[in-house]
């Protein structure tokens, strides 16, 4: 999808044919716009909601900015979502949306609020359906935000759209089917993504995934007639300040291996490499974004099926870093792929890790759909990271990794079994697996993402599917470092 053209201008354009309006549900409407007709309509002014009316000079599609005592940048996103939304048969568009906040708020950072008002109106535009025969048209293509012309309002619709664009594509990557999204065809895509976007890229192939021992990656693919791959990507700023490393679990389709899962487990399956989709969505807005460090991602790439000599249960994987994992239920096979990309990442010696990952249906259970479990091995990077979630408006809670848990994954024929005892915690248990294959001295983030990452239902700014959850967290940190 192409990026929307976004000017700024001191005012709306008086050619505009629909201009978008923002109004508080707590404070009074501004004079000119037609009060009787929204209350008549019943419209509330609540954050997300549009209602389009006649105005004095044309169409105003009036958003809902919500309660001002809650109103923060952050609600522009959700605003410049709905105004996109409800905007979808113009071709262009004028929106005072900025400055209906800004007049309310003079502490405001104008910036910032630039760039959710972008990222909203680029994500309300996101529409998937990929594969249907008539495909969904959003006709918008321009918009025009009015009221300031300053630079940091320009540098923050440049960066918001380029966040946008990496959180759809993250999207992108996790809607595509399984069966068409093989890992060759995801390293593929993220090679070219590479390329475009001013970033070193490295792919490895069988022989390569072979020739640097990645055990875990190998093992999770043996039941597969799909090759695996391994991507690296690199963004190298002048004079970076420090490196930081993501690792995105990259599962192209889970159906759990010998240890198969349901027929109903595995309907939402295509979306487990959202992690991987996450961490390359975040990677292409890099350049776009200025970021003053280097950055290095690592992305295993394999699906989990179950072919003739697929790992079997009390197989021992040995990874990356020689330690050896005792697999007893294959379909716990995120840990394993990421137990490789752990020790890779942690060789380089970066400043810090996170990890982003679709790794339990625990997690899901503990935080629901829309929150995604972090756990660390460090307290001061564990703030930094939700610090970022939070500038980002992605949510995330603080699970533990509790040392004595440990004893669970214990092995009379491995260093470890790759399952905890059944008696609840699976987050953590997973956890406490993958700090076995981080680097003592590196600060650490798990991101535990299989509720976030996908989505069944409706909402301003997404879709039914893919979330492209984590890309604006992962930006926001390497951004602010
Ligand atoms: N990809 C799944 C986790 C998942 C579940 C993601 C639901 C998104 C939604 C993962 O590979 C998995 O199967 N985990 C198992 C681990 C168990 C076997 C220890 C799980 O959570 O049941
Ligand atoms: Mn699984
Ligand atoms: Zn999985």
Redesign the pocket.
């Known amino acids: 999808m192409m990026a929307l053209t976004i000017t700024t201008a001191r005012s709306a354009p008086a050619a505009a044919l629909l201009v978008g309006r923002g109004v508080f549900s707590n404070l009074d409407r501004p004079d000119d716009l037609p009060s009787a007709v929204l209350d008549a309509r019943g419209f509330d002014g609540k954050l997300g909601k549009t209602m389009i009316v006649e105005g004095a000079n044309g169409l105003v599609a009036v958003v809902g900015l919500g309660d001002s005592s809650e109103f923060t940048e952050q609600s522009l996103r959700r605003a410049g979502a709905s105004l996109a939304k409800a905007s979808r048969r113009q071709k262009a568009i004028a929106t005072t949306l900025l400055t209906d906040a800004t007049s309310v708020f003079n502490g405001l950072n104008p910036g910032l609020a630039a760039q959710c008002l972008a990222e909203g109106l680029e994500l309300g535009r996101y529409l998937g359906g990929a594969y249907k025969s008539k495909a969904p048209r959003h006709d918008l293509k321009k918009v025009t935000i009015a009221g300031s012309t300053a630079k940091a309002v320009k540098d923050g619709i440049a960066v918001g759209q380029a966040i946008a664009a990496g959180q759809m594509m993250a999207r992108d990557f996790v809607n595509e089917p399984g069966g068409t999204l093989t890992p060759a065809e995801f390293a593929k895509r993220t090679a070219a993504m590479a390329k475009a976007s001013g970033l070193q890229c490295k792919v490895m192939d069988l022989a390569a995934i072979k020739k640097a021992k990645l055990g875990g990656l190998l093992g999770v693919n043996r039941g597969s007639t799909n090759h695996p791959r391994f991507v690296e990507l690199t963004w190298s700023p002048a004079k970076p300040k420090a490196t930081i490393a993501f690792v995105g679990k990259g599962?192209t389709f889970?159906a759990?291996g010998l240890?198969i899962?349901s027929g109903t487990?595995m309907m939402?399956?295509k979306?487990?490499m959202?992690g991987a989709a996450a961490v390359v969505g975040a990677m292409s807005a890099l350049k776009a974004a200025n970021v003053p460090v280097r950055v290095r991602a690592y992305v295993p790439m394999t699906d989990?099926m179950l072919g003739g000599d697929a790992t079997r249960p009390g197989d021992v994987l040995t990874i990356r870093n020689g330690k050896t994992i005792e697999v007893l239920?294959t379909?716990?096979?995120?840990r394993l792929v990421l137990a490789d990309a752990l020790s890779l990442a942690s060789e380089a010696k970066p400043d810090a890790i996170v990890d982003l990952a679709?790794?339990?249906?625990?997690?899901?259970a503990a935080l629901g759909p829309k929150i995604a479990g972090l756990m660390s091995n460090d307290d001061a990077f564990a703030e930094k990271v939700a610090g970022a979630a939070g500038d980002a408006g992605e949510r995330v809670w603080r699970l533990p990794l509790p040392a004595d848990y440990k004893s669970q994954m214990d092995s009379p024929i491995a260093d470890m079994k790759?399952?905890?005892k059944p008696m609840g915690g699976?987050a953590l248990?997973?956890g406490l697996i993958l700090q076995e294959f981080v680097g003592d001295a590196i600060p650490w983030v798990h991101l535990d993402i299989?509720?976030p990452?996908?989505t069944d239902g409706e909402d301003v700014e997404t879709r039914k599917g893919g979330t492209g959850y984590g890309v604006r967290t992962l930006v926001e940190l390497a951004r602010n470092w």
């Open positions: 599962i889970d759990g240890s899962k487990g939402t399956m979306c487990d959202g989990n239920n379909d716990a096979e995120g679709t790794l339990t249906g625990a997690c899901v790759n399952i905890g699976g248990t997973a299989a509720g990452a996908w």
